[in-house]
């Protein structure tokens, strides 16, 4: 009796670890073999990478001031980023209205929201988004020297932190001999800029050599704010034979107040980019910063890829300048202009 219960109960007790067995087999069909933990980590890795369709993007924008060609790098950038990334980029863009201040606010809330990109359109922008990170990537754009504009000594063409981007700088010396195909004969030029901006004072500073060394006597004509803008427009006009302006912001954003006082007094201005030149000059020799945009655009989804190290990508220079003129201003001043120059599209 006592024999036959013992061997009920191994029976039953290799039943139930038979099944125990089969159990376990069957459970391990459905999972991970064994390194799981490591292959959920990759996985979790690659999800950072757009292909896989699930990672979107926030990419903060901060944009100095509204004006015609800092709108036109903004537009070229996100219809580059829409393109290749569709919905899954998020744009959180902020313009400063003029105000460096307000620049430095911003870049500090893009880093505290954590986004994955910052475009910093114009000087005043990625001086602020520098200052704000070292760790999120930043890309400029519309800015014409990025060595003056983060204090950079022995610039080489590339920023070597979490800067890069593109430049709007346009060849000066061919600024200078664009001034001197049209008025030969003139013998004083004003460098009208604001001395806020370092940018505009390297533009100056560097076409002044330029128109020197082409016989003009050239004088440097810098304004704080829109504030004094009328008041140094007035005097630089009065004393000139012609006026230059760089791609200078606050001139950008106030054309009205230097063609109030050069149109009348038949003093043509040469500019440093197409929107002032449209707005108050003769012409210009000017980029497409909407391809600027395009440009930079690109130079971003690499960095979101992974594809590029961001303290390893140089600045990027516009490839193609074209001459342009201002058939109104031209008009008005009874000038006629060289061949090869396009006629600036009214808008």
């Given at each position: 009796m006592k024999r036959k219960l013992s061997l009920r109960l191994i029976a039953g007790a290799l039943c139930v670890l038979m099944l125990l067995a089969l159990t376990a087999c069957g459970g391990n069909s459905d999972k991970e073999p064994a390194g799981s933990g490591s292959s959920s980590a990759s996985i979790g890795s690659t999800a950072k990478n757009p292909d896989t369709g699930d990672k979107t993007y926030t990419v903060g924008i901060c944009q100095l001031t509204p004006h015609e060609a800092l709108d036109a790098a903004t537009k070229g950038f996100r219809d580059t980023l829409t393109e290749e990334f569709g919905d899954k980029v998020k744009f959180d863009?902020?313009?400063?209205?003029?105000?460096?201040a307000t620049c430095a606010t911003i870049a500090n809330e893009f880093v505290t929201s954590k986004v994955d990109l910052?475009?910093?359109?114009?000087?005043?922008?990625?001086?602020?988004?520098?200052?704000?990170?070292?760790?999120?990537?930043v890309l400029g754009t519309s800015v014409t020297e990025y060595g003056v504009a983060l204090g950079l000594e022995n610039f080489s063409g590339t920023v070597g932190s979490n800067?890069?981007?593109?430049?709007?700088?346009?060849?000066?010396?061919?600024?200078?001999?664009?001034?001197?195909?049209?008025?030969?004969?003139?013998?004083?030029?004003g460098l009208l800029y604001c001395s806020n901006e370092n940018n505009s004072q390297y533009q100056v500073d560097t076409v002044q050599g330029y128109l020197e060394g082409l016989g003009y006597t050239c004088t440097q004509y810098p304004f704080s704010d829109s504030n004094d803008m009328a008041a140094v427009t007035q005097t630089a006009a009065d004393n000139s034979d012609i006026l230059y302006v760089p791609t200078d912001n606050t001139c950008a954003s106030s054309t009205g107040i230097i063609d109030n006082i050069c149109r009348p007094a038949k003093i043509p201005v040469f500019c440093g980019e197409e929107g002032i030149a449209r707005g108050c000059g003769v012409a210009t020799l000017s980029?497409?910063?909407?391809?600027l945009g395009v440009a930079t655009g690109k130079m971003a989804i690499k960095i979101?890829?992974?594809?590029?190290?961001?303290?390893?990508?140089?600045?990027?220079?516009?490839?193609?300048f074209t001459p342009k003129y201002n058939k109104e201003i031209c008009e008005e001043l009874g000038v006629t202009p060289p061949e090869g120059y396009e006629e600036i599209s009214v808008e």
């Open positions: 863009e902020q313009n400063a209205a003029n105000d460096s910052i475009l910093a359109n114009a000087t005043p922008a990625v001086q602020a988004a520098a200052t704000a990170t070292s760790e999120i990537p800067v890069s981007g593109t430049s709007d700088l346009a060849p000066l010396d061919q600024q200078a001999q664009m001034i001197k195909d049209w008025y030969p004969d003139a013998k004083t030029v980029i497409s910063y909407y391809d979101l890829k992974g594809e590029a190290n961001i303290s390893e990508m140089p600045i990027e220079y516009a490839a193609n």
